[in-house]
């Protein structure tokens, strides 16, 4: 899984007064300050542990029944440091260097019911919080803050697994010590009182998950007639993303990025690297694989993307830019390097006083500057040529030959969070897969295929005429290509004739063919699929973003509602298929969010006597 860094969490930097709160959690959780040590039966694990040398670590590494999960691409690192805490003093701690799966950046211990654990870490930012996360066999135990300064959390484990694993949730966090006390403890302390620090911006990022192209279904020999299409009136749906946060990537018009290519002198390139024109052909070119091609595809021809290709070569080493988990000490020394030759002016296409979106193609294996979108927070009175930065992107696809295709995919998953689109993918789990199937591809789910409709919606990429609200009764519709046009269904729960339907609970219907943006991908393959979508949005502290994404504080687990959901089983369905409340993921979310009431709607499907598309027939 790729972080991410989102633009719907933003920082308030001002002096505020301390929020006083306790936490209640599912776990019997009680927090308190070395509220286990000096108990009996006590196991406690150091990163002072002379077995853990300071440096990277690639590998898992198990020290006294501990488990530290690292791999090259997501190493994890025991550095020096000079804390105390109380009258304990460590020399060394543990950089878990970003989010965690389960299989990296993550240490796992075992348990049993009952034993109390306490664990002592520290975000990495100088004021501002950062999650940790731990789960068992069965999902999430526990979530808290890790605060900028060092402090302990304990909490009592009641599940049935022998072992929980302990992750960041976002970005980078310190663990310095973690203690269990199996036996029954006097657990009388007060509960930490906390400061209600800001959060910071959540870091997206993007996954690398490969599917398998599923065979085409035959289709069925009948036909029907089709509802009559609205007559094009040549008004688009709005952007709902950009009415949630400011200075967003402009999602049409004309959009000119600009691309910094990276190296450090102690880090150089690997593979034969593309030269500035092969890698502005790779991104911009006139091509049927470009990204300028994919957005224009995806957008119907709504947004143009176009850009510039710099080299740069850093002043100093690489370590020397890691700055407590900002990306804008290397940013603003690249943009200054050039400043004398560019315009950045030219890169605010909607004039709103701020760069639309701008590219650090990181070279080389070094994990602190994962493939993300960013948020720029740290410095907001920089600015150049009257326009300050705001989204950018971390690309750490290498721009070499043979990698053209994912260098590409990855530009357009980054680029979607520009824009305002969520990830689609699941957080903090084994399986991060949310949607299973060929028919669960997408930009934002696993970077493959094009983006869903429900994206194009979102990004207002769709003419009104092309989306069909079914407000009950017994309808047909001959659905097209979607990659030929916005053409799909919408069927909402509660029928309005407003745009409210849009930020709604609604299944949206689209038919794909192996098109375009989809060609690659589907080969012969067509067919049509479901999404069960919640768009409601939420206006807080200044800024909005998608009520049921998942970094919101609405998200309850994958289990329950979602901002998307594919419906039936991950293989499109083509004519013959029936689709009612018997079909997986068919059902409204009840009051504990989960997918369980009948939607009383029927949804059958027949071949269409018009090529690359379908008939869909809807009843109650």
């Known amino acids: 899984m790729r972080k991410s860094n989102k633009i719907y969490y933003f920082i308030i930097l001002c002096s505020i007064t301390c929020i006083i709160f306790t936490f209640i959690r599912k776990t019997q959780s009680k927090a308190g300050y070395s509220s286990i040590l000096n108990s009996s039966n006590q196991t406690t694990w150091y990163f002072n542990n002379s077995d853990l040398t300071t440096g990277n670590y690639t590998n898992d590494i198990t020290t006294d029944n501990m488990t530290i999960y690292a791999t090259a691409q997501k190493p994890v690192s025991i550095v020096q440091c000079n804390e105390t805490y109380g009258s304990e003093t460590f020399s060394k701690c543990l950089k878990l260097n970003g989010c965690g799966n389960g299989s990296y950046r993550t240490v796992e211990i075992p348990v049993a019911n009952g034993d109390q654990i306490e664990i002592l870490s520290k975000s990495n930012s100088y004021f501002i919080s950062r999650y940790l996360i731990i789960t068992d066999n069965d999902g999430v135990v526990d979530t808290f803050k890790s605060s900028p300064t060092l402090s302990a959390y304990c909490f009592t484990y009641t599940g049935e697994s022998s072992s929980v ?84 990537t402009p999602s049409s018009g004309n959009v000119n ?160 969070h520009c824009m305002g689109l969520p990830d689609y993918y699941k957080y903090n789990t084994a399986d991060f897969e949310n949607m299973k199937g060929i028919a669960g591809s997408s930009v934002m789910e696993d970077m493959n295929g094009d983006y869903l409709m429900v994206s194009k919606l979102l990004l207002g990429w769709l003419k009104k005429n092309d989306v069909s609200v079914y407000a009950g009764g017994s309808k047909s519709y001959t659905l097209h290509s979607a990659q030929k046009s916005g053409e799909c269904i919408i069927v909402p729960r509660n029928y309005t004739t407003d745009d409210s339907v849009y930020t709604s609970e609604f299944f949206i219907i689209q038919y794909d063919t192996p098109d375009k943006n989809m060609a690659s991908y589907l080969n012969n393959t067509s067919g049509l699929r479901i999404i069960h979508a919640v768009t409601d949005t939420v206006y807080e502290y200044g800024a909005g973003y998608f009520k049921y994404n998942n970094y919101s504080r609405y998200y309850s687990s994958h289990d329950g509602i979602q901002l998307v959901k594919l419906v039936g089983n991950g293989d499109y369905m083509n004519a013959g298929t029936t689709i009612n409340s018997s079909t997986s993921g068919f059902c409204w979310y009840d009051s504990y969010e989960k997918a369980t009431i009948n939607p009383g709607i029927t949804i059958k499907l027949e071949k269409s006597q018009e090529s690359d598309s379908i008939v869909v027939n809807i009843s109650e």
Not at 186 to 208: K, N, R
Not at 357 to 376: K, M
Not at 386 to 415: L, R, T
């Open 257 to 416: 990025m600009p691309i910094f290519v990276v190296t450090f002198p102690d880090n150089k390139i690997k593979g034969t690297a593309l030269s500035k024109s092969e890698l502005s052909n790779v991104l911009f070119g006139n091509n049927s694989t470009s990204m300028s091609t994919f957005v224009n595809n995806a957008s119907y021809g709504t947004l143009k993307l176009t850009g510039d290709v710099y080299f740069y070569t850093t002043k100093n080493g690489i370590e020397s830019y890691k700055d407590k988990g900002s990306y804008e000490k290397l940013a603003m020394e690249i943009l200054n390097s050039v400043d004398g030759t560019v315009d950045y002016s030219k890169y605010d296409s909607d004039k709103d006083g701020y760069i639309d979106s701008f590219t650090l193609n990181i070279i080389g294996n070094d994990d602190y500057w994962y493939g993300c979108q960013a948020t720029w927070w740290d410095n907001p009175s920089y600015s150049l040529d009257g326009v300050k930065p705001y989204n950018f992107i971390i690309n750490d696809a290498s721009p070499v030959k043979g990698n053209e295709d994912y260098y590409v995919k990855e530009m357009c998953h980054e680029f979607g």
């Open 165 to 248: 694993r302990i992750m960041s949730k976002n970005s980078g966090i310190n663990l310095y010590r973690i203690t269990k006390v199996s036996d029954e403890t006097d657990d009388t302390e007060e509960d930490i009182i906390t400061p209600d620090i800001p959060e910071e911006p959540v870091i997206t990022e993007a996954p690398v998950i490969t599917k398998t192209p599923a065979k085409t279904n035959a289709p069925s020999k009948k036909t029907t007639p089709s509802v009559t299409k609205k007559p094009d009136d040549g008004s688009y749906i709005q952007n709902i993303c950009s009415k949630l946060v400011n200075h967003l």
